[in-house]
Nanobody
């Protein structure tokens, strides 16, 4: 059984920082890329960042480039998302996901195999 669990959400003032963590258990057989997505109320789920199975290659969406940093703990199925200079428009539920057959500069939600339940991030103006 696969589980994906995020942690570290919360509320912060604009300009502040938060770090999200995600651990996936039970991923076997393939080399799993991992990604972060977010979804604000009334909006579609949006790609944020993704990292390769070994953590050596990471991509970030233009909307967060230079402010967010995704990292992976070697080849472990554990990732973080360090968020700095947060803006009110970053407010969303943030999801961690794993994919066995999708990796590139952008990834789509439909291509992910396993998802966490998400954590709320609220940025106050």
């Amino acid at each position: 059984q696969v589980t994906v669990v995020e942690s570290g959400g919360g509320s912060v003032q604009a300009g502040g920082s938060l770090t999200l963590s995600c651990v996936a258990n039970g991923l076997t057989r393939w080399k799993w890329a991992m990604a972060w997505f977010r979804q604000a109320p009334g909006k579609e789920r949006e790609y944020v960042a993704t990292t390769s199975w070994d953590g050596k290659t990471t991509y970030h969406a233009d909307s967060v480039l230079g402010r967010f940093t995704m990292a992976r703990d070697g080849t472990k199925d554990a990732v973080t998302l360090r968020m700095r200079n947060l803006r009110p428009e970053d407010t969303a539920v943030y999801y961690c996901a794993a994919a066995s057959n999708q990796f590139g500069p952008t990834v789509a939600p439909v291509g992910m195999d396993y998802w966490g339940e998400g954590v709320q991030v609220t940025v106050m103006a």
